[in-house]
């Protein structure tokens, strides 16, 4: 964990981005379902969890909002969180 900035807020030294999550960097396999696609991605997120990530990278241009979308179903599903 890390101090971030000079605030008293700890973050995982490692994040996960998620502008894949949103779609940026997909090759379009129009032979996958999307809610695939989704669902690999928060069972990602839900694996970052496991593994201690408390800190994400999202912009509202990952997938016009997808990216944010999914992490906020990821993390309410989350019970830790």
């Given at each position: 964990m890390r101090r971030l900035g000079r605030s008293n807020?700890?973050?995982?030294?490692?994040?996960l981005g998620?502008?894949?999550v949103g779609?940026?960097?997909?090759?379009?396999d129009?032979?996958?379902d999307l809610s695939v696609q989704h669902g690999e991605s928060i069972r990602a997120i839900h694996?970052?969890?496991d593994l201690g990530v408390n800190y994400f990278d999202s912009a509202?241009?990952?997938?016009?909002?997808?990216?944010?979308s999914l992490l906020g179903r990821a993390l309410a599903g989350?019970?830790?969180w």
């Amino acid at each position: 964990m890390r101090r971030l900035g000079r605030s008293n807020i700890q973050v995982s030294a490692l994040g996960l981005g998620t502008a894949r999550v949103g779609g940026i960097g997909w090759s379009l396999d129009y032979s996958r379902d999307l809610s695939v696609q989704h669902g690999e991605s928060i069972r990602a997120i839900h694996r970052a969890l496991d593994l201690g990530v408390n800190y994400f990278d999202s912009a509202d241009e990952y997938g016009a909002g997808v990216a944010e979308s999914l992490l906020g179903r990821a993390l309410a599903g989350a019970s830790r969180w």
